[in-house]
Every structure is written in C-alpha cells, then in structure tokens.
C-alpha cells in the first residue's frame, strides 16, 4: 500500500469515528478530514479532484430544492396537505403510515430520493406533531422506503444509470429485474416495523389537527410547482438537462412565484451544514478511489471468488451491500463495473453477466439504508428532522432503527438472486 493510500484510509477511519462517536460535528469533521488530504498532496491533479469526484450535481440538487421546500412551507402548503391525508386516513396512524410509505417508494422509482425526502418530511412533520408523537420511527421507515423503492427502476437511483450504462441495460430491463425484489422488501420491512411498532400504529390517537386553510392562490401555485418539477424530474433525460439545473431552478422560480419580497430568509434556510458534509464526504470517499484503495478491494474478491460464478455473486452482493452504507455507493459501483466485466477472463466458462449486474445493483441500492450516511437521502432526512422537531439523531439511534429492515433486504436479493439467476 503507497503512503498516499494508507494516509487516505488513516483520514477515513478517524472522520468515521468522529462522526460516529458525535464528538465533532459531522460537517467539521469531514471537511477537515477532506482538507488534510488535500494539504498532502494526495489528489495528483486539484482539477481532476473537484471535475470527478465532488458531485456539484447533487449539491446544487441539495440547494435548488431546500429553497423549494422553504418557499412552500412558509405558505403552509405542507400543513395543508398533512390535513388531508389525516381526513382521508380517518385519523388512524396506520393508515397514515402505510399510505406515505407507498408514496415515498412510489416517488422515489422516477424521481431522485432526495427530492422525494424533502417533499414528504414537512408533511410527515406536520402530522407528527398534530398526532402528538415523535416524528423518528415515521421519518426513519420513510427513508428506507425511498431507498429501497429508487431500486426498481433505472432512473431510481444513480448506481443504476451507471450499471444500464455499462451493461446496455434499458428502462424495461429494469422494471423486470428490479422491481420484484424492491416491491417485495418494501412489504416485508413495512410489514416487520408495523409488528415490532404496533404500540404506536395501533394506538388510539387524538389528532389535534384545526381544519388548515391555505390561499387558493399560494394552493394553486404550490401544486403547479411540484408537478412541474416531477414532470422534469421524470422526463430528464430525454430533455436533456441536469437534475441540480431543474432543481437549483425551480428552487428560485418557486420563490420570485410564490415569496419575491423574502428572498434573504429563504436563503437562510439553506442547510449549508449538510452541503458542506457532501463535499467533505465526496473528497474523501474520492481519496479511497484516486489511491486505488476501493479497486484493490474489488479485485481481490474477484481474485479470490472469480472462479465461482454463484459464490462470486453472493460475495458481490454483501460487498456491495456492507461498502454501500459506508462509502458512496457511486465511486463503488463505478468501480465495480469493469471488475465483473473482467470476469470472463478469469473464468473462461462465464459469459453470463447478467446475474452480476443486478446483483451489484441490489447490493449497492439497499446496502444505502444500512446507516445514516450510507445515502444522500439519509442525510438530509435527519438534518431536516433534527432542524424542524429539534430532536437529536445519533448514528446508533439510526442503526437501531435500521439494521433488521437492511439485513431482511440483503436476504431478499441473495434469495432472489441465488433463485432466479443461478
């Protein structure tokens, strides 16, 4: 291992365990992390550091939509909405429960999670607090949900687009492979947190909820801003323009339609903390690749494994899984690709790869609810509900939460692999 690799992996096991142990704030602790790094010299090329491995598509992702959400909360529309699902749901939280969680995994197969997050936590705040109860086990279940759901699809989740990419897999290919596990870990977790949650799902509530009005102006506008934003959202990539330019956008447009005369408060609504947290965690994880840390991981399993296409296959999809909820899971599976593309070179009776593929996908897409920072939705799902409830989250208050509902995900793909695959 080079000096540069070992000091990469020494930064990362040090800004993992201030994260974990809270003894430093998150955002200060990879961003200094990120700056050592960079002090030392380890990226050869600054510009090639800042072009490939800090995503500014989610950044500005992150931004253009935390406007948005500010400039439609501050009219109330989420309240409104909250209202309307507690009348439908004839105030029973199960219901309630249910019916946003099939939403969220809905939203999240066509539309990216971070935007499903950010739409449905205001609301899911909103009922929170009218039911009198922590919003934390509804949040949390919200955040598998969207992770799980962006599984099905190719455009749910970015992995995906670069596994269709590389292996020529469409839309459809997707929908056949991927969306049967997905629709099937999304009931069985759904179905274990309304067992082990019964005490609060079947408990008899008193919404306090007053009837909400909302100006039918600031109503119409509201609505037309979001369906304007899912309709770019899922039509993307056939128009050619990028989710942060929809995004950033829209999160503007939504504040000269709706709020022109505060636009400074809506800007200090913007969570920088959390858009400081991903650039310091991009360069880091980019440090793990640049180094070579991550490829030598990936070929020594295909080393060790290759040879056996069903062994190789599960291996890859608890690799992926456990990698995935520590490191973004885009430089991983980037890095995987070629990795099972060289397979047939080592096994010269393996021309299959299509086992792999979504072995890979599954792996890396539900290994993303494994802890609070294993995907981007994750993160902004509890700095959302740590501003707005004022509750404090620890990473162990989330590994509580979510450690049975990934492992019950990890033994839906490897069976659903193992079964229909080998």
Not at 314 to 330: A, E
Request: charged content about 15%; aromatic content about 14%; proline content about 4%.
């Amino acid at each position: 291992m080079s000096t540069e690799a070992l000091i990469a992996l020494v930064v990362f096991v040090i800004v993992y365990y201030l994260i974990i142990s809270e003894k430093v704030h998150r955002s200060i602790a990879v961003v200094v992390g990120a700056f050592i790094l960079t002090f030392f010299g380890i990226f050869e090329d600054p510009d090639y550091l800042f072009k490939n491995y800090v995503d500014f598509d989610t950044i500005f992702l992150l931004i253009g939509m935390m406007l948005l959400v500010s400039t439609i909360k501050d009219v109330g529309f989420f309240d409104y909405v909250a209202f309307k699902i507690i009348k439908f749901s004839k105030n029973s939280l199960l219901k309630i429960f249910i019916l946003l969680n099939i939403f969220v995994g809905l939203f999240s197969a066509f539309v990216d999670n971070v935007t499903t997050i950010m739409i449905f936590i205001p609301i899911t705040l909103a009922i929170a607090d009218a039911a009198e109860i922590s919003p934390i086990p509804l949040i949390f279940s919200e955040v598998l949900s969207s992770n799980i759901g962006g599984t099905a699809t190719l455009i749910g989740d970015p992995p995906n687009i670069l596994i269709g990419n590389a292996a020529r897999l469409n839309f459809n290919d997707f929908i056949l492979n991927t969306s049967l596990p997905a629709f099937i870990t999304i009931l069985l977790v759904l179905g274990y947190l309304i067992i082990t949650k019964r005490k609060l799902f079947f408990k008899k509530l008193d919404f306090s909820f007053e009837e909400i009005s909302i100006s039918k102006s600031n109503l119409i506008k509201s609505i037309l801003i979001l369906i304007s934003v899912l309709i770019l959202f899922v039509f993307q990539e056939n128009l050619g323009i990028h989710s942060s330019v929809i995004a950033f956008g829209m999160g503007f447009i939504s504040i000269l339609i709706i709020d022109p005369k505060n636009v400074e408060k809506h800007f200090t609504e913007v969570e920088w903390g959390t858009i400081f947290f991903f650039i310091g965690l991009f360069i880091i994880t980019g440090a793990l690749e640049d180094t070579g840390i991550l490829k030598q991981v990936a070929m020594f399993f295909s080393r060790e494994f290759g040879s056996s296409p069903r062994l190789f296959g599960l291996v890859l999809i608890v690799m992926s899984f456990i990698i995935s909820g520590f490191f973004d899971n885009i430089p991983f599976t980037a890095t995987m690709i070629p990795v099972i593309k060289m397979l047939p070179t080592i096994n010269t009776s393996l021309s299959n790869l299509t086992p792999f593929w979504w072995g890979l996908s599954l792996g890396v897409c539900f290994g993303g609810n494994l802890t609070p920072i294993g995907a981007s939705a994750n993160i902004v799902a509890i700095t959302m509900l740590q501003k707005y409830s004022n509750k404090k989250v620890t990473f162990s208050d989330y590994m509580k939460f979510s450690l049975v509902p990934s492992i019950i995900s990890l033994m839906v793909a490897i069976i659903y692999v193992e079964i229909r695959y080998f």
